[in-house]
Each structure stands twice: as C-alpha cells, then as structure tokens.
C-alpha cells in the first residue's frame, strides 16, 4: 500500500508538493533483486483500488507497466490536505530471502513532473487479499522480528522535497 500523508512542511499541505497540494503517480514500481544477485527483476501487479481517485485519474493506471508516459494515473484533486491510500495487488507472492533487495519507485511524470507526491508511507502485507484492509506493516519493520519492532519501526514515512527523499520518523 501507498500512503499519501498531508504535513505541515508541504505546500497546501499536502499530500503533493504541488502548491495546490496534488499530486499524480504516475506508475508505481517494486523490484526485486535477489541475495547474491546483480540484476533486480521487475515485480508484476495484477489490481490495485485507492480510497479516493480524481475524476479521469484512475489508481489503475499506475500500474500499467510504462513509467515514461504522462498520462493520467493516480491523483487526488478535489481531495487535497487529506490522507489518501492506495493498494496494490502483485500477480504472485514474492520469495524475499535474506540479503534481498526491494526497490519501490514512485514515478510523478504528470505535465512534466509537476505534481510529485510529496509525503509517503509504503505499507507491506503477506495476506491473501491484499486490496483488503489487513496485516500492513511500514516497509522499514520488514528486517526485524514483529515482537523486537521499536516505534520508529512501527511508524515511519517519506517526505520529498525537490528531488530529495527525506526519512521521518
């Protein structure tokens, strides 16, 4: 799962570095690269539904494999300053052994990247359904034991700024 975070620190507050707080993902990402291996290998998304999409602004089409178009995909219009979430759904569970690598890459090329997100949060579940509300756990928790997890591990998200990605947590 994505999730588009308002803050204090964005224009409009948010969740898009955009002045009027937009933004629009325009592809979403996830390798995988294997312990041992050099090269990563692309991650295939099958669905994906979000609590709220702009008109004519699909979550949908953020996962339709070219993240060099500019085309409209997941945006937020007319629901700015608020959270949002979009989920993901892959074709197939990944096999992640230790020494692995995921990549997550967040592509806002929309009217020439204009409309970046700008404070985020990427949630992970090994539920079934994972369109569904279920077991999502911070990204950043993934590499310690649930029971050994301290807050910062619990709860952490990205900011972007320019083309900096900042860790709060």
Known sequence: MLEALPHDSLPGFGPGLNENGNFVVSEFEVTLTPAGAKKPQKVKFTNAMADYNQ????VKNAINGN???????WAVGGGERRPHWARFQLEKPLEVEKGSAITVTVNCRFSNGEYPLGCFRV?????????EMG???PRTALAVMPSQRNDTQRLRHWRNTANSIWIIG
């Open 55 to 58: 008109k004519d602004f699909d």
């Open 67 to 73: 993240p060099n178009r500019d085309d409209k995909a």
């Open 123 to 131: 949630w992970t579940t090994d539920g079934t359904a994972p369109l």
């Open 135 to 137: 077991s999502l756990l």
